[in-house]
């Protein structure tokens, strides 16, 4: 455990900088299994570590899930682990950790595994959703969320690990939706003011995406000019488990943003 996260701690500290890696939404630790061994042939030796969110796989639930609180979570996580400027790496809901937590704490840089940073359309989708995420509804509700990963779309292997790992349930949901619930507003202003930051500073970014539209690449392009999009087509929203070799390699690559490290003041 680190700092209440459950969590594995790989590798050898040296001059590349760590690697953090932050599942999805109803997933755990688990979901990196496949590109860990891929990076061990192709990046061997980097330190990783790899956690459970609150309330996911082996960490303990909470009474909140709100994001400010577990971006802070997390932090606490990486300094008890001995990590520092590590490159923060979030698939679907951790890539907004993620990138909160590079507005926030040093870091060398974020890799964000298909999630949209586009605040407004999400937040009034779930709202919309709200009222039915009790019970049945929710089973019906989540059916659509499951629908939309594409998970028919990975091997066999990659199908497995995403199966195996999910276990989603309603009082977790309405937890990490409740700020889009909430205080949508607020939240919008503050991912504004975040992605401002990360632009002034040009931290490195890089989207790794399975599915991008022509408007989702315009907003990102828009809102940080300086980051790198990577298609991965084809993988649905699980590049990492569709071509484990193919993602390793492009974790492996942020050891090349060393010396990009932004600390606070």
């Not at 760590?18 to 979901?31: E, K």
């Not at 796989?57 to 609180?69: F, I, N």
């Amino acid at each position: 455990m680190f700092a209440g996260l459950a969590g594995d701690l790989e590798g050898q500290d040296d001059e590349r900088p760590p690697l953090v890696l932050v599942h999805g939404l109803t997933f755990d630790r688990t979901t990196w299994r496949p590109a860990l061994a891929a990076l061990e042939q192709v990046d061997a030796g980097r330190r990783v570590l790899s956690l459970d969110l609150p309330g996911h796989g082996d960490s303990p639930a909470r009474d909140s899930y709100r994001m400010d609180e577990t971006v802070e979570r997390v932090h606490a996580a990486v300094e008890e682990a001995g990590l520092v400027a590590p490159v923060l790496v979030g698939h679907s809901i951790g890539g907004v950790v993620a990138t909160v937590y590079a507005a926030e704490h040093p870091v060398t840089g974020v890799v964000n595994v298909d999630q949209s940073l586009e605040v407004e359309p999400f937040a009034a989708q779930v709202q919309a959703l709200a009222p039915l995420l009790e019970g049945s509804a929710f089973e019906r509700v989540w059916e659509r969320f499951w629908a939309s990963m594409e998970v028919d779309l990975l091997p066999a292997e990659g199908q497995g690990v995403a199966r195996a790992a999910s276990q989603p349930r309603a009082e977790l949901v309405r937890g990490y939706w409740a700020d889009l619930v909430d205080r949508a507003a607020e939240v919008t202003a503050q991912a504004r003011e975040g992605l401002a930051r990360l632009r002034a500073r040009r931290t490195p970014y890089e989207l790794v995406v399975g599915r991008p539209t022509g408007r989702e690449r315009a907003w990102f392009t828009r809102e940080l000019p300086h980051a790198t999009v990577t298609e991965m087509p084809g993988s649905g929203h699980f590049p990492q488990l569709a071509d484990p070799y193919a993602f390793a390699r492009r974790l492996a690559a942020t050891a090349d943003w060393r010396g990009a490290v932004w600390t606070a003041a």
